[in-house]
């Protein structure tokens, strides 16, 4: 049997216009998939984030009513970085994020109102790569994310967004998980590399809380290093790698 570590990326698909970001905290993205995202909007597609928490208890020192206000900033300034002008958040408490039906809701909500072709989310899964623990927060989200891209199109599931003007949407056509153990498609990091470290550095609170090395010299040594990992199985170009679930 192969090794399905070694074998290829394939190219992430490029027929479609508009993606939605679905994860659990500020930073999720920055960590997993920003220089995809800029590249994708140099193209100009359209891509909006769905954050389910504001990040509020991600900050030791810092009170939840202090630290969800100033991680919201610091998200809405990181996604400009990138091109996104579309911030919104769910307001499900960071930490003790459920999965259930009224994730599922408010995310198929998400998927109604912004109409994606392409959802994105982060690792659902127990652990990274079998390495380290996941948070239950991820691990909620990303699957709440992957089941309400079918819940969306679905008009007898939650049929109170109908009444409330959300008409179904059965467009999505694929879900792409980043932060994958068991990636299927990749995207060259080249073009937005420079770009995603300084959209991670917006997060400059969570970061100098996070670590003592110096902000700059943390985020370019981690997305540098991830990106050069994933394009050793994309051609040797650096790159960001997606788990893809075709619909």
Not at 168 to 185: E, K, L, M, Q, Y
Request: contains cysteine; charged residues 25%; hydrophobic residues 40%.
């Amino acid at each position: 049997m192969s090794d399905p570590t070694i074998m290829p990326l394939q190219p992430m698909p490029e027929d479609w216009h508009r993606a939605l970001a679905v994860v659990a905290h500020p930073d999720d993205l920055e960590y997993g998939c920003s220089a995809a995202i800029a590249a994708w909007t140099d193209a100009g597609r359209e891509i909006a984030y769905v954050l389910a928490s504001r990040g509020e208890a991600g900050i030791d020192t810092l009170e939840p009513a202090e630290c969800g206000p100033l991680r919201e900033r610091e998200q809405r300034a990181s996604a400009a970085v990138v091109g996104v002008s579309v911030v919104e958040f769910l307001d499900h408490r960071d930490g003790v994020i459920e999965y259930g039906t009224a994730l599922r809701r408010d995310i198929a909500a998400a998927i109604r109102r912004h109409r994606p072709e392409l959802v994105i989310t982060l690792n659902h899964r127990d652990t990274w790569g079998g390495v380290a623990w996941n948070t239950p927060d991820h691990v909620a989200v990303g699957r709440a994310t992957l089941d309400a891209a079918a819940d969306a199109g679905n008009r007898w599931i939650f049929p109170e967004l109908t009444e409330q003007g959300l008409e179904p949407w059965n467009g999505v056509r694929w879900v792409a998980v980043a932060g994958s153990s068991t990636p299927t498609h990749a995207v060259d990091a080249t073009p937005g590399l420079e770009r995603a470290v300084r959209s991670l550095l917006e997060h400059r609170t969570y970061i100098e809380a996070l670590t003592d090395q110096d902000p700059e010299h943390y985020v370019r040594e981690f997305l540098t290093a991830h990106a050069e990992e994933t394009g050793q199985r994309f051609g040797g170009k650096p790159a960001v790698s997606f788990e893809l679930f075709a619909r």
